[in-house]
Antibody
Framework: EVQLVESGGGLVKPGGSLRLSCAPSGFTFSSYSMNWVRQAPGKGLEWVSSISSSSSHIYYADSVKGRFTISRDNAENSLYLQMNSLRVEDTAVYYC???????????WGQGTMVTVSS | QSALTQPASVSGSPGQSITISCTGTSSDVGGYNYVSWYQQHPGKAPKLMIYEVNNRPSGVSNRFSGSKSGNTASLTISGLQAEDESDYYCSSYTSSSTLVFGGGTKLTVL
């Protein structure tokens, strides 16, 4: 089955860290750029970060730059998001998302919830 | 990286057509034909409905269409059906090599 499965979400205190993982299946992971997109409770979608297929190009939203790090391991078929210095406003469902040519996201995971609260 | 501007809500009756606008700048919507539209039902992951301004992925109804003029893109849904009631988001590639989403539009089918 072609799918993306996120894990690693949970409750963390402000200033803490969390590492999200995404496990793809059913397609050749190493051929695609990947993204993290988040959605705060009751709010809209917010693009967080992207990484090219070979990790040669990495980009971040200004809101997370310097705090979050995206990475991937094509040999292990995994995508990661290391989140440091977490803030209350980082509370959201985090989606792992596959990007196709022309910057369209054609596959989304089910999301993992991250709650930053004291 | 300001969000693209969408109306908060639109509504229409079954069978009617509605249009959702998505306004950006020359650095995103106006500068590239890389505008996509996503449908998101409550509690679900988004679904790609339109890409490259006016292309439909396989399996998406031809009642959905897209267009662009200047810095504003639009999604039109014709022959509204109850199942179309959902949240809709536009997105665009930007000159910073990032993606930006719109704030989202809640479509109500009356």
């Amino acid at each position: 089955e072609v799918q993306l499965v996120e894990s690693g979400g949970g409750l963390v205190k402000p200033g803490g860290s969390l590492r999200l993982s995404c496990a793809p299946s059913g397609f050749t992971f190493s051929s695609y750029s990947m993204n993290w997109v988040r959605q705060a409770p009751g709010k809209g979608l917010e693009w967080v970060s992207s990484i090219s297929s070979s990790s040669s190009h990495i980009y971040y939203a200004d809101s997370v730059k310097g705090r979050f790090t995206i990475s991937r391991d094509n040999a292990e078929n995994s995508l990661y998001l290391q989140m440091n210095s977490l803030r209350v406003e980082d509370t959201a469902v985090y989606y792992c998302a596959r990007e196709r040519d022309s910057y369209k996201i054609d596959m989304w995971g089910q999301g993992t919830m991250v709650t930053v609260s004291s | 990286q300001s969000a693209l501007t969408q109306p908060a809500s639109v509504s229409g009756s079954p069978g009617q057509s509605i249009t959702i606008s998505c306004t950006g700048t020359s650095s995103d919507v106006g500068g590239y034909n890389y505008v996509s539209w996503y449908q998101q039902h409550p509690g679900k992951a988004p679904k790609l409905m339109i890409y490259e301004v006016n292309n439909r992925p396989s399996g998406v109804s031809n009642r959905f269409s897209g267009s662009k003029s200047g810095n504003t893109a639009s999604l039109t849904i014709s022959g509204l059906q109850a199942e179309d009631e959902s949240d809709y988001y536009c997105s665009s590639y930007t000159s910073s090599s990032t993606l930006v989403f719109g704030g989202g539009t809640k479509l109500t089918v009356l």
